[in-house]
């Protein structure tokens, strides 16, 4: 599983891949690993890299399960420092999903983390579309499992109205990063589909 070529995606969906992109808007705090993350699901390999001034954006063809077709998407990993954070605001209007990183070997900052997933969450729009929150840095011996994690940011608080994930990552060896992009993708497709059936409902041929 990985990057695509054109050519693997097939001659129709290739020529249309551009028009069904996905958009997705990644946050986290500074140094969480989000560029790390990013860099590693395009080349395959961990980059260095320095904290983010602004944004990275990518556009990447990812083959998340060995039976599936590529899936294309188009990535905005913004900045987490303070000042950047209300940014955050304009990248997730009109996104199909939202990732949100958090570094879990270090606890100093989990209620930080968790104080400003809640604010992403409560954005205009942002329950209306899934949410994937990376536990990243799990090859390292002192990082909290994603289960555990999972409690201390609160994530079952959200309610049963906003579709969302967890799951362990590691950016150094790229262990969890396609099964978490399959879970969101699934739940992007679930979300569409309900969407027009919604649509059908009220507006009947």
């Given at each position: 599983m990985g990057n695509c070529f054109a050519g693997e995606l097939g001659p129709a969906l290739s020529?249309?891949?551009r028009f069904h992109r996905l958009h997705v808007a990644i946050f986290g705090l500074?140094?969480?690993g989000k560029t790390s993350l990013l860099y590693r699901l395009k080349l395959g390999e961990n980059v260095r890299?320095?904290?983010t001034v602004g944004f990275n954006t990518e556009r990447l063809q990812l083959q998340l399960t060995p039976s599936r077709q590529c899936v294309?998407?188009?990535?905005?990993d913004v900045g987490g420092q303070d000042k950047l954070r209300p940014l955050w605001r304009s990248y997730a209007r009109g996104a199909d999903a939202l990732?949100?990183?958090v570094d879990s070997a270090d606890p100093e900052r989990f209620e930080e983390a968790r104080a400003e997933l809640l604010r992403v969450v409560r954005l205009p729009r942002a329950q209306e579309v899934p949410l994937l929150v990376f536990a990243n840095k799990q090859d390292l011996p002192q990082s909290v499992g994603a289960v555990k994690l999972e409690k201390i940011l609160g994530l079952s608080e959200f309610g049963t109205g906003m579709a969302w994930h967890m799951q362990a990552v590691s950016a150094d060896t790229g262990r969890g990063l396609h099964e978490g992009l399959a879970r969101l993708h699934e739940m992007i497709m679930k979300r569409r589909k309900g969407a027009r059936r919604q649509r059908r409902k009220?507006?009947?041929c």
């Open positions: 020529s249309l891949s500074d140094f969480a890299t320095l904290p294309p998407f188009h990535f905005w990732i949100f990183v009220w507006f009947p």
